[in-house]
């Protein structure tokens, strides 16, 4: 039976204070690997206002309760109040995480600055703002950072030449099907993409078209409907480490219970043969439950 690799998006300050730790209590109680992702400079969750505008996405606010999930102080950083930088004053717990055997990354370093402007962003742009991220990381755990993964699913053209450049080793930047090549401008980047092909459980809570399920039994019954293929599932460090924790450990229980080995992203990538990966486009599309246009895997270029 195949695995579910799980990565972990730490989104914010106040998820990695308190969502992190719960999280690896979890899924060590579990027997359960993940990949974690960090957000390592300020955070600006604030300043997330901006996308009141964006279609979905005041409905998706209605439906996952973002204020009780991620406190009205979170809400304020960058606005009201200063953004507490992540990196350097959380940098005990995320040392933790790599202490405790887990794999660690990096997810972005503002947050909101990349999930709302690196679509439309230049090559220089996307580059100085990537290599904040890792300056940051390599500051916290002393080594380079080999696992990347684009905050909100949003990127462009130039992010994987980028993280091939900076020594970038797998990558979960997009929505897709499964793993594969990702393909710009007609050139094959040699940076394998896992892209997310589950839904997240925010995606599916508060949602009426469920066939009469609610999202943990829809998310299980999508995985048995994948039958001996991997998954990827992403969880956040606000949500699965906070009031969907116990709905996340049903998750993981019945993975195993099924079969299913719950692992990081590198111990998913070593069971492929990158030779015979399909090679695709990143374009862009829509997910079902979440706002905006996402960096999903395109059709398999002809070779």
Not at 24 to 53: K, N, W, Y
Not at 73 to 96: D, K, N, Q, S, V
Not at 228 to 252: C, K, M, N, P, S
Not at 274 to 292: D, E, K, M, Q, Y
Request: with cysteine; aromatic share 8%.
């Amino acid at each position: 039976m195949g695995c579910v690799a799980v990565k972990v998006d730490v989104d914010t300050y106040h998820g990695t204070l308190e969502g992190v730790p719960r999280l690896l209590d979890l899924l060590e109680a579990s027997g359960a690997g993940a990949t974690f992702l960090f957000s390592l400079g300020r955070d600006h969750t604030g300043r997330a206002i901006r996308r009141v505008f964006r279609p979905g996405f005041l409905g998706k606010v209605r439906r996952t309760s973002v204020a009780q999930h991620y406190g009205l102080r979170t809400l304020l950083y960058g606005t009201l109040l200063p953004g507490p930088h992540i990196g350097r004053r959380c940098a005990a717990i995320l040392r933790e995480v790599a202490a405790r055997g887990f794999e660690v990354g990096v997810h972005v370093h503002d947050h909101v600055r990349w999930q709302d402007y690196v679509a439309g962003a230049s090559e220089a742009w996307t580059r100085r703002e990537l290599q904040r991220a890792l300056d940051v990381f390599a500051e916290v755990f002393g080594r380079a950072a080999t696992v990347h993964g684009a905050a909100g699913w949003q990127m462009n053209r130039f992010v994987p030449g980028l993280e091939q450049e900076f020594g970038i080793k797998l990558a979960s930047d997009a929505r897709g099907t499964g793993p594969f090549l990702p393909v710009v401008d007609g050139k094959v980047i040699d940076v394998p993409q896992l892209p997310t092909t589950l839904p997240t459980l925010d995606e599916l809570v508060g949602r009426d078209d469920l066939r009469g399920q609610n999202a943990t039994e829809y998310l299980l019954a999508e995985t048995r409907a994948a039958g001996e293929a991997a998954q990827v599932y992403t969880a956040h460090a606000e949500l699965e480490g906070g009031a969907f924790a116990e709905d996340f450990g049903r998750l993981i229980g019945q993975w195993r219970a099924a079969g299913r080995r719950v692992c990081g992203l590198t111990d998913y990538a070593q069971t492929l043969d990158r030779n015979t990966l399909p090679r695709c486009p990143i374009v862009t599309g829509t997910v079902a439950g979440r706002s905006g246009m996402l960096a999903v895997q395109g059709s398999a270029a002809t070779p």
